[in-house]
């Protein structure tokens, strides 16, 4: 039974932060590729960030150098800090799993982040 449990979300105003959290249960973590990615209402969902096991992490361009993933095996958590939010991030985020070895996809349940004044 995998769940992956996502808090943190919420509204924020231009320029502050929030760190998004998902705790992961059901899988071996250290087999999984895990990624944050979020979905505006009538967009597809696009991938902000993936972190490997071993620590290595993949950004896309509309994020860096202001989210940073990172994950702890041992709590079986990953998190994104989120810093100099724009309206533009405004989105629903999912946490994902990737178990490298049975070639397995799982989601959380999304949460919302709003930036707005």
């Known amino acids: 039974h995998v769940q992956l449990v996502e808090s943190g979300g919420g509204l924020v105003q231009p320029g502050g932060s929030l760190r998004l959290s998902c705790a992961a249960s059901g899988i071996v973590f250290r087999r999984n590729v895990m990624g944050w990615y979020r979905q505006a209402p009538g967009k597809e969902r696009e991938l902000v960030a993936t972190i490997t096991s071993g620590g290595l992490s993949n950004y896309a361009d509309s994020v860096k150098g202001r989210f940073t993933i990172s994950r702890d095996n041992v709590k079986n958590t990953v998190d994104l800090q989120m810093n100099s939010l724009k309206p533009e991030d405004t989105n629903v985020y999912y946490c994902?799993?990737?178990?490298?070895?049975?070639?397995?996809?799982?989601w959380g349940q999304g949460t919302q982040v709003t930036v707005s004044s």
């Open positions: 994902k799993a990737y178990d490298i070895y049975y070639a397995s996809t799982y």
